[in-house]
């Protein structure tokens, strides 16, 4: 069975703080996502990466950085947390191929910032 | 970029009842996923189903890529079926990045 792991399930940080959200599967996939979960607005697209040390931004990239260093594990940085930035936070992977591939999510990260 | 709407929004049954939810798409894909999304907020994968139709149990789904729909079938439904359901799409292209329809909220009743 595919795994992606997210390192917190609930996370509470300051204004102002640098948060990591980080993120790892055991697939070998090519392809990591970061995406943002907010009431009424679904799911977008924060970040993705399509190799090790390569990133695209989403639709929504602002205030947010990402880091991929190793093929399993995909960084989410906020460099300096608001509140507007309070939300659940889900990771992804599939493999790259012509035609799309399945993608499969990790258990979400609920980020609180007070 | 592609535009995914999913309907109805919100759909409450009585247990034992079977249910239909559709998402609509704006263009070609190469892609499509329907998932549910637990109490705890995890996306389980239900289907991968770029084109033609799918049973798992008592569920089943259905795309017609060239209509650009997708249809969700859940029968003798469950109170544990209740939760959120995302239909996603991919554009073309090996990255496969997915645009997601705004959700449908289930609420089974025993």
């Known amino acids: 069975d595919v795994k992606v792991t997210q390192s917190s399930r609930y996370l509470v940080k300051r204004t102002g703080e640098k948060v990591f959200l980080e993120c790892v599967q055991d697939?070998?996939?090519?392809?990591m996502f970061w995406y943002r979960q907010d009431p009424g607005l679904g799911l977008r697209l924060i970040y993705f990466?399509?190799?090790?040390?390569?990133?695209e931004k989403g639709d929504i990239p602002e205030g947010y950085s990402v880091s991929r260093e190793k093929k399993e594990r995909f960084s989410l940085i906020l460099e300096s947390a608001s509140t507007n930035q309070t939300s659940m936070y889900l990771c992804?992977?599939?493999?790259?191929?012509?035609?799309?591939?399945?993608?499969?999510f990790g258990q979400g990260t609920r980020l609180t910032v007070v | 970029g592609i535009q995914v709407e999913q309907s109805p929004p919100d759909l409450i049954l009585q247990e034992g009842a079977n249910s239909t939810l559709r998402c609509n798409f704006s263009?070609?894909?190469?892609?499509l996923q329907w998932f549910h999304q637990n109490p705890w907020g995890q996306l389980i994968n239900l289907f991968y189903?770029?084109?033609g139709t799918k049973q798992n149990g008592r569920l089943s789904a259905t795309t017609v890529a060239t209509e650009r729909y997708s249809l969700l079938y859940i029968s003798s439904s469950q109170t544990t079926d209740s939760g959120v359901y995302f239909c996603?799409?991919?554009?073309?292209?090996?990255?496969?990045?997915?645009?997601f329809g705004k959700g449908i909220t289930l609420s089974v009743r025993p």
């Open positions: 992804a992977s599939s493999y790259s191929a012509l035609g799309g591939t399945e993608a499969f």
């Open positions: 697939m070998d996939h090519e392809n």
């Open positions: 990466s399509y190799d090790v040390k390569m990133k």
């Open positions: 263009d070609s894909v190469n892609n």
């Open positions: 189903i770029p084109s």
């Open positions: 996603a799409v991919g554009d073309t292209g090996a990255n496969s990045k997915l645009t």
